[in-house]
């Protein structure tokens, strides 16, 4: 709940409004699971809250270990279904990839999660607790919506979460070590844009209109050329970044024709490429692009002056890369 929630329930249980403070400290900075452990709550007003309420942390129920140090949760999400988070060590920064719904309603054809149908989306809750919940939570540096589900197709939820995140009264986190990505969901995005002043990250894959719409069946409600007209008017020239998200497939998006036309679309928005190798899943006749290809590729998108990188891949060996979650989990990898 954010400071405003809690405020109403401390009126509705006839506790002083300053309580409201009090409960988001316990919950977001001292982390506790239980409503008994809020000492500064009376007795009698401890034992009001939790006749209504509870604190709703819960533990994943299992996890998977990378040879590369990545960690893959899974949590319990109802109804026999699970999302997953991805913890993604790296030298000084410590990354959580988190999820937004059970499944996804884009069916994007190279995504794994897609491929699950749509059950739901979770809950602000559910959001949170993929970031509490961790035993690496204290060491989080950032936290990516690149997880399983449209962050943008569930706004309300993520909006709030990243309100708990970055509110003085929540985990008083800078915007800056939040990146919300997206298919580009317009209603969704403008909210993003106008409502916080995390990244973006926009998911491309393919600068022509007809060859997303055949990989990408959002691209028919929202094209790229309405979603970067959107992000034009916006200002990514300080400290806030947007950024392209392209998957490099062999033979499919990875020549220098593809290269003139993304530099082209992406440079009135300022906005940088992330280069992604594509990770093979089961049913998707693509492949990835050849190393030197990437580098090729990324060489010729910083001639036209747009910063691009190639993504190193992450937890492959255990289903957590990019495009691979799927809310399973090997079992004989389980910690």
């Known amino acids: 709940m954010t400071l405003e929630q809690l405020q109403t329930v401390v009126a509705e249980l006839g506790m002083p409004r300053f309580a409201a403070g009090q409960i988001c400290r316990w919950l977001y900075e001292k982390r506790v699971t239980d409503i008994e452990e809020m000492t500064d709550l009376s007795k009698s007003n401890r034992a009001k809250l939790a006749t209504r309420y509870e604190v709703g942390r819960f533990d994943p129920s299992h996890s998977a270990s990378s040879k590369d140090g990545t960690v893959k949760y899974l949590f319990p999400s109802g109804d026999r279904m699970a999302v997953e988070s991805v913890y993604i060590p790296d030298d000084d920064r410590a990354t959580l990839c ?26 602000a809750r559910e959001i949170i607790n993929q970031v509490l919940s961790i035993p690496q939570s204290e060491q989080l540096t950032n936290v990516v919506f690149m997880g399983m589900g449209e962050p943008l197709d569930n706004a309300d939820a993520v909006l709030q979460a990243i309100e ?31 409502e916080t002043s995390v990244h973006v990250a926009i998911s491309v894959h393919t600068p022509y209109h007809e060859e997303r719409l055949g990989i990408m069946p959002v691209e028919k409600a929202y094209t790229l050329k309405r979603v970067f007209s959107l992000l034009e008017g916006y200002d990514f020239r300080h400290q806030r970044r947007l950024s392209a998200e392209y998957i490099m497939w062999k033979g499919v998006n990875d020549d220098d024709q593809h290269a003139e036309a993304l530099a082209k679309l992406l440079k009135p928005s300022g906005a940088r490429v992330n280069l992604i190798r594509f990770h093979a899943i089961p049913g998707v006749k693509l492949c990835t692009a050849a190393e030197a290809r990437m580098t090729h590729f990324r060489d010729l998108l910083n001639s036209h002056g747009i910063i691009c990188t190639i993504r190193q891949s992450r937890g492959e060996d255990i289903a957590a890369a990019c495009g691979m979650l799927a809310g399973k989990t090997d079992k004989s990898q389980n910690n």
């Open 164 to 194: 708990i995140m970055t509110a003085k009264w929540g985990f008083a986190w800078s915007p800056k070590r939040i990146t919300v990505s997206t298919v580009g969901i317009l209603p969704g995005l403008k909210r993003l844009l106008d």
């Open 98 to 123: 988190i999820s937004t719904q059970r499944g996804c309603k884009m069916n994007c054809y190279f995504c794994m999660t897609g491929k699950q149908g749509f059950h739901g989306n979770l809950t």
